[in-house]
Protein backbone atom coordinates (compact mmCIF):
# COMPACT_ATOMS: atom_id res chain seq x y z
CA UNK A 1 0.00 0.00 0.00
CA UNK A 2 0.98 3.45 -0.31
CA UNK A 3 1.49 6.76 1.57
CA UNK A 4 1.02 4.43 4.77
CA UNK A 5 0.41 6.92 8.10
CA UNK A 6 -0.35 4.37 10.39
CA UNK A 7 -0.15 0.43 10.85
CA UNK A 8 -1.64 -1.28 13.74
CA UNK A 9 0.41 -2.66 16.80
CA UNK A 10 0.26 -6.14 16.99
CA UNK A 11 -3.11 -8.23 17.53
CA UNK A 12 -4.49 -7.68 20.97
CA UNK A 13 -8.19 -8.55 20.74
CA UNK A 14 -8.11 -12.24 20.14
CA UNK A 15 -11.74 -12.49 20.68
CA UNK A 16 -12.45 -10.55 17.40
CA UNK A 17 -9.31 -12.58 15.69
CA UNK A 18 -10.96 -15.81 16.04
CA UNK A 19 -13.75 -14.75 14.55
CA UNK A 20 -12.24 -13.63 11.44
CA UNK A 21 -12.04 -15.25 8.24
CA UNK A 22 -8.86 -16.92 7.51
CA UNK A 23 -7.48 -14.72 5.29
CA UNK A 24 -8.43 -11.64 7.07
CA UNK A 25 -6.80 -12.82 9.88
CA UNK A 26 -3.43 -13.35 7.47
CA UNK A 27 -3.64 -10.10 7.03
CA UNK A 28 -3.90 -8.68 10.40
CA UNK A 29 -0.49 -10.77 11.49
CA UNK A 30 1.03 -9.45 9.01
CA UNK A 31 -0.25 -5.84 9.44
CA UNK A 32 -3.12 -5.54 12.28
CA UNK A 33 -5.10 -2.83 10.19
CA UNK A 34 -3.56 0.67 9.10
CA UNK A 35 -4.21 4.05 7.22
CA UNK A 36 -3.01 4.46 3.77
CA UNK A 37 -3.21 6.64 0.79
CA UNK A 38 -2.62 9.27 3.43
CA UNK A 39 -6.11 8.87 4.78
CA UNK A 40 -7.74 7.64 1.29
CA UNK A 41 -8.38 4.25 3.12
CA UNK A 42 -8.66 2.84 6.75
CA UNK A 43 -8.36 -0.75 7.61
CA UNK A 44 -9.51 -1.36 11.03
CA UNK A 45 -7.53 -3.60 13.38
CA UNK A 46 -7.85 -6.58 16.31
CA UNK A 47 -7.07 -4.05 19.16
CA UNK A 48 -8.74 -2.66 22.19
CA UNK A 49 -6.85 1.01 21.83
CA UNK A 50 -6.96 3.33 19.85
CA UNK A 51 -11.42 2.87 19.96
CA UNK A 52 -10.87 4.67 16.11
CA UNK A 53 -8.85 1.60 14.68
CA UNK A 54 -11.06 -1.34 16.74
CA UNK A 55 -12.34 -3.80 14.62
CA UNK A 56 -14.62 -4.92 17.49
CA UNK A 57 -15.73 -1.11 18.34
CA UNK A 58 -17.06 -0.45 14.39
CA UNK A 59 -18.81 -4.09 14.27
CA UNK A 60 -20.01 -4.26 18.61
CA UNK A 61 -19.77 -1.16 19.80
CA UNK A 62 -21.98 1.09 21.48
CA UNK A 63 -22.13 2.57 17.71
CA UNK A 64 -21.60 -0.02 15.70
CA UNK A 65 -23.36 0.37 12.18
CA UNK A 66 -25.76 -2.35 12.57
CA UNK A 67 -27.53 -0.49 15.44
CA UNK A 68 -27.80 2.62 13.09
CA UNK A 69 -27.89 1.43 9.44
CA UNK A 70 -31.30 -0.71 8.56
CA UNK A 71 -29.34 -1.69 5.39
CA UNK A 72 -26.44 -3.37 7.67
CA UNK A 73 -26.74 -6.84 9.39
CA UNK A 74 -25.21 -7.15 12.66
CA UNK A 75 -22.95 -10.16 11.06
CA UNK A 76 -21.70 -7.82 8.58
CA UNK A 77 -17.57 -6.83 9.15
CA UNK A 78 -16.86 -3.14 9.07
CA UNK A 79 -13.15 -3.80 8.44
CA UNK A 80 -12.21 -0.66 6.73
CA UNK A 81 -13.52 2.93 5.23
CA UNK A 82 -12.97 5.64 3.37
CA UNK A 83 -11.65 9.39 3.56
CA UNK A 84 -14.82 10.64 4.01
CA UNK A 85 -16.39 7.86 5.94
CA UNK A 86 -18.00 5.76 3.69
CA UNK A 87 -17.86 1.70 4.75
CA UNK A 88 -16.16 -1.59 3.78
CA UNK A 89 -17.96 -4.07 5.06
CA UNK A 90 -17.44 -8.31 4.82
CA UNK A 91 -20.67 -10.23 4.38
CA UNK A 92 -20.54 -13.59 3.36
CA UNK A 93 -17.52 -13.54 2.09
CA UNK A 94 -18.32 -10.69 -0.17
CA UNK A 95 -17.19 -6.99 -0.18
CA UNK A 96 -19.45 -4.09 0.06
CA UNK A 97 -19.73 -0.69 0.18
CA UNK A 98 -21.77 1.55 2.56
CA UNK A 99 -22.60 5.10 1.52
CA UNK A 100 -23.04 6.22 5.30
CA UNK A 101 -24.94 9.26 4.31
CA UNK A 102 -28.00 7.72 2.39
CA UNK A 103 -27.64 3.83 3.79
CA UNK A 104 -27.54 3.01 0.48
CA UNK A 105 -25.33 -0.27 0.51
CA UNK A 106 -23.16 -2.04 -3.13
CA UNK A 107 -22.20 -5.37 -3.93
CA UNK A 108 -18.32 -4.69 -5.44
CA UNK A 109 -18.43 -8.12 -6.01
CA UNK A 110 -14.82 -8.86 -4.95
CA UNK A 111 -14.01 -11.30 -1.74
CA UNK A 112 -11.01 -9.24 0.84
CA UNK A 113 -8.54 -10.82 -0.92
CA UNK A 114 -9.17 -9.42 -4.63
CA UNK A 115 -10.26 -6.28 -2.74
CA UNK A 116 -6.86 -6.04 -0.83
CA UNK A 117 -5.11 -6.44 -4.42
CA UNK A 118 -7.02 -3.93 -6.16
CA UNK A 119 -6.38 -1.51 -3.72
CA UNK A 120 -2.73 -2.03 -3.72
CA UNK A 121 -2.50 -1.99 -7.70
CA UNK A 122 -5.26 0.13 -8.70
CA UNK A 123 -6.11 2.54 -5.78
CA UNK A 124 -7.61 5.16 -7.68
CA UNK A 125 -10.47 2.92 -9.44
CA UNK A 126 -10.91 1.10 -6.25
CA UNK A 127 -11.24 4.29 -3.82
CA UNK A 128 -12.79 7.31 -4.38
CA UNK A 129 -8.99 9.57 -3.45
CA UNK A 130 -10.80 12.49 -4.70
CA UNK A 131 -10.99 14.36 -1.38
CA UNK A 132 -8.06 13.47 0.05
CA UNK A 133 -6.66 14.79 -2.93
CA UNK A 134 -7.77 18.22 -2.91
CA UNK A 135 -7.16 18.09 1.25
CA UNK A 136 -3.43 17.53 0.48
CA UNK A 137 -3.19 20.14 -2.32
CA UNK A 138 -4.06 23.09 -0.14
CA UNK A 139 -1.34 21.18 2.15
CA UNK A 140 -3.37 19.79 4.69
CA UNK A 141 -2.64 16.10 5.90
CA UNK A 142 -4.92 14.42 7.21
CA UNK A 143 -3.89 12.72 11.03
CA UNK A 144 -4.54 8.62 11.83
CA UNK A 145 -7.93 9.09 13.56
CA UNK A 146 -9.27 11.27 11.59
CA UNK A 147 -11.91 11.71 8.56
CA UNK A 148 -12.65 14.11 5.82
CA UNK A 149 -16.25 15.75 6.27
CA UNK A 150 -17.72 17.57 3.01
CA UNK A 151 -20.14 20.23 3.00
CA UNK A 152 -22.95 20.04 1.96
CA UNK A 153 -22.67 16.40 2.10
CA UNK A 154 -22.32 14.71 -1.11
CA UNK A 155 -25.77 13.42 -1.61
CA UNK A 156 -27.95 17.08 -1.62
CA UNK A 157 -27.54 18.74 -4.97
CA UNK A 158 -26.77 22.51 -3.66
CA UNK A 159 -27.09 25.13 -5.53
CA UNK A 160 -24.04 26.93 -4.45
CA UNK A 161 -21.44 23.86 -6.06
CA UNK A 162 -18.73 25.22 -3.87
CA UNK A 163 -18.36 22.63 -0.82
CA UNK A 164 -16.01 22.59 2.74
CA UNK A 165 -13.45 19.77 3.41
CA UNK A 166 -12.81 19.97 7.16
CA UNK A 167 -10.99 17.21 9.32
CA UNK A 168 -12.56 15.76 12.47
CA UNK A 169 -11.94 12.94 14.41
CA UNK A 170 -13.23 9.73 13.55
CA UNK A 171 -16.47 9.27 15.91
CA UNK A 172 -17.22 12.65 15.52
CA UNK A 173 -17.30 12.16 11.85
CA UNK A 174 -19.39 8.79 11.97
CA UNK A 175 -21.81 10.36 14.22
CA UNK A 176 -22.24 13.22 11.97
CA UNK A 177 -23.31 10.90 9.21
CA UNK A 178 -25.21 8.53 11.39
CA UNK A 179 -27.18 11.93 12.44
CA UNK A 180 -27.46 12.66 8.64
CA UNK A 181 -28.98 9.57 7.49
CA UNK A 182 -31.31 9.45 10.16
CA UNK A 183 -33.00 12.36 8.91
CA UNK A 184 -32.93 12.05 5.36
CA UNK A 185 -33.91 8.57 5.00
CA UNK A 186 -37.37 9.12 4.77
CA UNK A 187 -37.11 12.09 2.23
CA UNK A 188 -38.58 11.84 -1.04
CA UNK A 189 -35.68 12.40 -3.99
CA UNK A 190 -35.63 15.92 -5.15
CA UNK A 191 -37.17 17.33 -1.76
CA UNK A 192 -36.00 20.44 -0.68
CA UNK A 193 -34.21 20.74 2.37
CA UNK A 194 -32.65 23.21 4.85
CA UNK A 195 -28.88 22.72 5.70
CA UNK A 196 -27.25 23.07 8.97
CA UNK A 197 -23.45 22.00 9.88
CA UNK A 198 -23.97 19.98 13.07
CA UNK A 199 -19.77 20.66 13.87
Not at 60 to 76: H, I, L, M, P
Not at 83 to 103: I, K, M, P, S, Y
Not at 117 to 142: C, H, K, W
Amino acid sequence: MQDITYIGEPVSDSATFKLLPFEMQAFMLQHNGMVAFLGGLHIRGCCHEPAWHSLREAWQGENAFWRTYSSVKQSDLPFAQDAVGNQFLLRRGEVWWLDTETGEMENLGVDFVRFIRGVELYPNDALDLQAVSMFTNLGAVLQPGELLAVYPPNCIKAENENFNLTRMPVDVRLTSLANLYQQIRRLKPGQKIRLRKDY
